[in-house]
Structures are given as structure tokens and as C-alpha cells.
T-cell receptor, first 112, second 116 residues
Framework: SQKIEQNSEALNIQEGKTATLTCNYT??????LQWYRQDPGRGPVFLLL?????KEKRKERLKVTFDTTLKQSLFHITASQPADSATYLC???????????FGKGTTLSVSS | DTAVSQTPKYLVTQMGNDKSIKCEQN?????MYWYKQDSKKFLKIMFS???????INETVPNRFSPKSPDKAHLNLHINSLELGDSAVYFC???????????????FGQGTRLTVV
């Protein structure tokens, strides 16, 4: 069955640095991969979607890469700020294309 | 206006009781979902509905019964609640057809269910 792994449960960095989060998947070749942000007590909020034929996508300080050979996506936040502290979830479609399957998330803490 | 709204936000109840969680979306989406987030924060799909029709039932006990009176609403009814049902339940919707996931999902604020 499909498996999604977000390698780090927690990542602590200093303000101004670039945060890099990793998402690996197995047993499937998704056409799309999504990243979400979740704050405590709130529902996940969509950040970026990347298609299998896109190597990289950017939105403001966010950048996502998608390597279908390595079966990996990297999520970067440049010039990180304390307000970026949250849990970031990687998600991809299940094989039937009927729902999103989520990784366990990486909790990012940005200290000033 | 809240895009996806769930009620109640908190629900504390005794084992054996029956409870419902309501969800409504005003985005005009055809597909709605219920997810369960356990104490380890793992978000797991439970049900998917497209245009009021059940698409997925991910091996959820039949004590859980979703009901979609129209495509803007997907309610979750839980019978004979057990301690292990304690979790946060999220409703979500998307423009997807229920056969592909190529658009973003919008989530509600969650319902924290505590069974005592």
C-alpha cells in the first residue's frame, strides 16, 4: 500500500534561515503532490500543489520540488519567520484518486 | 463567511452514547470528506462523498455513518461511542470529481471529540 514519510517530526531553526522539509513516498506514482500547513487547534490549510511534470513551484517565500525518480518532494521556506512555526503536511492522492493521503507532518519551530 | 464549517467544535460524551457532527460547505464543491486526526496528529481519511454518493469508506467501523442530505452537507453520526473514538474529526471539501485529487482541499476547524 502507499506510504508517505516525512522524515523529521520536528525541525528547529533560527529566524532568517531556510527551512527544508522532506516528504518521501513509496508504492505509488502520484500525478500531484500537495503541501498543507496546520496550526494548533485548526484545520490544515492548502499551500502549494505540484504536478509530476513540474520540477519546482514557488509561491512567495515557499518553494516545492518534486522528484518522481527519487519519489521525494522538498518543501523550502526561505527567510523564515517565527510566524512560520506550524506543522507542515505533505499529501498525495490515493491510487484511486478519491482522497488525499497525508504524511504525519513536520512541526517547524522558528526562533527569533 | 466560513468556507467549511463544522459543529460542534468540542464534544464530550460518555461511552455508549450516540452523537452527530455536522458539516456544511459554501464553496459549491461536489466532493466532501471526513478525516480523523488521532493523538499522534496523524490525519486519516474516513469517508469521501461526491454529489451525495459514497466514494470511499476506509475500513471505518459501521458505528460511523455519514449522511449527505445534499452536496453542501456531510454529517457524521457515531453510534455506541468508544474510548478509542476520541480524536479530532475534520470535514473537508474540494472541487475534485471524486475520481482524481488535482485541486486543493478546504478543511473545517475540526471537532474535538472526547469519550469518557
Amino acid at each position: 500500500s502507499q506510504k508517505i514519510e516525512q522524515n523529521s517530526e520536528a525541525l528547529n531553526i533560527q529566524e532568517g534561515k531556510t527551512a527544508t522539509l522532506t516528504c518521501n513516498y513509496t508504492n505509488y506514482s502520484p500525478a500531484y503532490l500537495q503541501w498543507y500547513r496546520q496550526d494548533p487547534g485548526r484545520g490544515p490549510v492548502f499551500l502549494l500543489l505540484i504536478r509530476e511534470n513540474e520540477k519546482e513551484k514557488r509561491k512567495e517565500r515557499l518553494k516545492v520540488t518534486f522528484d518522481t525518480t527519487l519519489k521525494q518532494s522538498l518543501f523550502h521556506i526561505t527567510a523564515s519567520q517565527p510566524a512560520d512555526s506550524a506543522t507542515y503536511l505533505c499529501a498525495l492522492s490515493n491510487q484511486a484518486g478519491t482522497a488525499l493521503i497525508f504524511g504525519k507532518g513536520t512541526t517547524l519551530s522558528v526562533s527569533s | 463567511d466560513t468556507a467549511v464549517s463544522q459543529t460542534p467544535k468540542y464534544l464530550v460524551t460518555q461511552m455508549g452514547n450516540d452523537k452527530s457532527i455536522k458539516c456544511e460547505q459554501n464553496l459549491g464543491h461536489d466532493t466532501m470528506y471526513w478525516y480523523k486526526q488521532d493523538s499522534k496528529k496523524f490525519l486519516k481519511i474516513m469517508f469521501s462523498y461526491n454529489n451525495k454518493e459514497l466514494i470511499i469508506n476506509e475500513t471505518v467501523p459501521n458505528r460511523f455513518s455519514p449522511k449527505s442530505p445534499d452536496k453542501a452537507h456531510l454529517n457524521l453520526h457515531i453510534n455506541s461511542l468508544e474510548l478509542g473514538d476520541s480524536a479530532v474529526y475534520f470535514c473537508a471539501s474540494s472541487q475534485d470529481t471524486g475520481r482524481s485529487m488535482n485541486t486543493e482541499a478546504f478543511f473545517g476547524q475540526g471537532t474535538r471529540l472526547t469519550v469518557v
